[in-house]
């Protein structure tokens, strides 16, 4: 309404919005990632010999590190209400890579009653479909259960009216804030 497009890239040019994204994501970065076997007594003990140990304790896939992924997955979290991963089963398992996917690139296709496929947008433009048990959907606040709302699409007036904002004062303030009339 202010007059501003926003979207979760120029969201980011808002220095609060950048701020509380990097250091929530940072902070969920930094946390262990722990996985751990229940014992029959009711105890825990650390699981280092799980399939999926080492791809979230360490190195989910071989660009990232583990907090590296989950700062990515916190910030498409944060701001778009959603993240992906797409499962690669491989020589240690199931999930022997966990490979982050745009949000932007993902449409979810339900199918049946209690599952969901995903659409995903290749970078060469080209689709393909990935079940439902291949893709990890880290899903924020939801409305309906299936995806997660956009902070961004919910709060796009308020941010755009921070921007116009911004915008104001920096042109006010590069002309050294001196009015070019009078009113007598």
């Keep these: 309404a202010a007059g501003p497009r926003i979207?979760?890239?120029?969201?980011m040019t808002i220095s609060t919005v950048y701020a509380?994204?990097?250091?929530?994501?940072g902070t969920v970065g930094m946390l262990p990632?722990?996985?751990?076997e229940?014992?029959?007594?009711?105890?825990?003990v650390r699981a280092p010999g799980h399939p999926l140990y080492t791809v979230l304790h360490d190195t989910p896939n071989r660009r990232q590190t583990s907090q590296q992924f989950r700062q990515f997955m916190m910030v498409c979290l944060l701001l778009r209400g959603n993240g992906y991963a797409e499962i690669v089963p491989g020589p240690n398992g199931f999930a022997d890579r966990l490979l982050p996917v745009h949000p932007d690139a993902v449409t979810p296709i339900p199918v049946g009653a209690?599952?969901?496929?995903?659409?995903v947008r290749m970078t060469d433009g080209r689709e393909r479909i990935v079940s439902g048990?291949?893709?990890?959907?880290?899903?924020g606040l939801s409305m309906d259960g299936k995806t997660g709302m956009s902070v961004i699409a919910y709060a796009r007036d308020s941010f755009g009216l921070a921007k116009a904002t911004e915008r104001y004062g920096s042109k006010l303030f590069s002309s050294g804030a001196l009015h070019r009339g009078i009113l007598k």
């Design 33 to 36: 990632l722990i996985l751990y």
């Design 133 to 139: 048990d291949q893709m990890f959907h880290l899903m």
């Design 20 to 25: 509380c994204t990097r250091i929530i994501a």
């Design 7 to 11: 979207s979760a890239e120029t969201a």
């Design 114 to 119: 209690d599952a969901t496929d995903f659409r």
């Design 38 to 44: 229940r014992l029959d007594d009711g105890g825990k």
